[in-house]
């Protein structure tokens, strides 16, 4: 049985995070929640590694093509693809962003830490991030800034959605011989019932 204090999840944080120095600003963030860093490295993706890391179905497609045909719809703007290949542009753009320079890449382990990490970053589109989140305190840019240039929301970090997203992506760009298993002292007071041992 999987104990909830042992949930790992992915973070990126992507080239535009790297690029305006927010690492340690993002990393900090995490780390005051109390959840543990299991492994964390500086890459460069490969395209073949952000195709398989953005690997989306059909309903995907449809799902974000068709959201991007409503937003066209609202303004006016003529139709000139299905919802798919509206999709799979969107993951094209996706692709090329995450490939565009160095990320840093992460796994997270706590309880519930993929709701606690997506908690943290706040929604998608930077605009519409509630304050206090890394996207809503970070960064700005939105769908309206960056739909007619047929570009990604750069939008600062990657967080897994589900534990089964979580594990299928670990595994892409970590290997198990590189993540960690230790104890942080912190965990006594995190996880411990009793507390025993604090007092002398």
């Not at 565009?100 to 606690?116: D, E, T, W, Y």
């Not at 989140?133 to 960056?146: E, N």
């Amino acid at each position: 049985m999987n104990k909830p204090q042992k949930e790992r999840t992915l973070v990126l944080i992507k080239p535009d995070g790297v690029q305006r120095s927010l690492i340690g600003e993002i990393v900090s963030r995490f780390e005051r929640t109390g959840l543990k860093f299991l492994c964390l490295k500086m890459v460069i993706p490969n395209p073949e590694q952000a195709l398989e890391h953005y690997k989306k179905d059909d309903v995907w497609f449809e799902m974000v093509g068709s959201k991007t045909i409503e937003g066209k719809q609202a303004k006016g703007e003529k139709i000139e693809k299905s919802a798919i290949e509206y999709g799979k542009g969107i993951q094209g753009a996706l692709v090329d962003f995450l490939c565009a320079g160095p990320v840093v890449a992460m796994v997270l382990q706590g309880n519930q830490s993929i709701g606690i990490v997506r908690k943290i970053v706040g929604a998608t589109e930077p605009l519409t991030s509630d304050v206090g989140t890394i996207r809503g305190d970070l960064t700005l840019d939105s769908y309206s800034l960056a739909n007619p240039d047929n570009r990604a929301v750069r939008n600062l970090i990657h967080a897994s959605e589900t534990t089964e997203e979580a594990e299928r992506e670990i595994k892409l760009w970590f290997s198990e011989e590189e993540i960690l298993r230790y104890n942080l002292v912190q965990d006594k007071i995190l996880y411990d019932v009793n507390l025993d041992g604090i007092k002398d």
